[in-house]
């Protein structure tokens, strides 16, 4: 037990879920024969500040080789460890640090600065896409993303307000219009026709990177105003939209979509291949997106009905050193 909340380390678990008597299913543990719910998982400080900084830098593009260098190079031995005990292997994806396990620590400061990252990209993405991105849709993509990191200062500000619940749920409401825009601009390039690319990729890689952490700050500022029915509400209705947005995404699907039939024979093997490869680490980051935001609510959910607040919560997992990922027993 840590503190008065009963968290358990993920040893634990060890000997079940390398027999596959228990599976991970997000931020979730669950009973491989019934689906029953064993326990929900929660990333703590550790990971959080210690990892999460550093792959602000890293995409899914950089290759896992880069980013598992990245890992060995920080001589993160104990966090490499525990993830790969509860198989949390998908996280050199990015696609569980970019959501978090359970409810994200990553804190309003670091949703700022990926938004200060994306912001620096779109110059790169204006040299190479200029007829979809051109000056009117740049101009609005610059708005929104200065709107947003002026919204999470304002979240980050709160706490230092005695009476900080209605600054948190200004900052949610205003959010949604954040959001909606990323969420058409995703839909607008899924479905647009033309050019399939490697920077058509990375630039719709960043469009998701700032929805989810868009989502991620909407469903924090709720957990910390006490709103978890909220919150957990949020973050299902949320899911189930990436979910219809990525059902059935394939890398071998979006690689044939943007050959010209016309100069097929020019497309060798050997570039299918390194297209495809590029690509897979996308795909599985997407997997793993939609897998954490799906198990969210129900962590959420238990929050609620075990009467834990957000702010004892965060409060425990900040102070926590030794566990990157905590696993809280369901009842």
Known sequence: MIGSIPFEIPAKYAADLASGSI????????????GRIVAHLQETGSLAQRLGAQLLNVSPFDGVSAISSLAGNMQLAKIQKTLELLQIQQWLTLGSSLVGIGVSLAGFKMMSDRFDRLDQ????????????????????YRNHLSRVRDLLREAESAYTYRNPDDRFMRVAESLESVISFLRSEIDHNLGKKGTRNEETIKL???LIEGFVTGINARVQCLAEAGEMTAAADLSRREAEGFYRFFDGFSAV???????????????????????????HPFENSLTEIQSQMDSRPYLLEYLEQEQIRMSDLRGLMEQETREPVVVLPAR
């Open 23 to 34: 599976v991970r299913f997000g931020g979730l543990l669950k009973d491989a024969s019934t």
């Open 121 to 140: 990209r779109l110059d790169a993405f204006k040299e190479h896409i200029d007829r979809r991105f051109d000056e009117l849709v740049e101009r609005d």
């Open 204 to 206: 719709l890689w960043s």
């Open 253 to 279: 699907d979006w690689v044939n979509a943007g050959i010209d039939p016309a100069r097929e024979i020019e497309t060798s093997w050997e570039r299918y291949s390194i297209q495809l490869n590029k690509l």
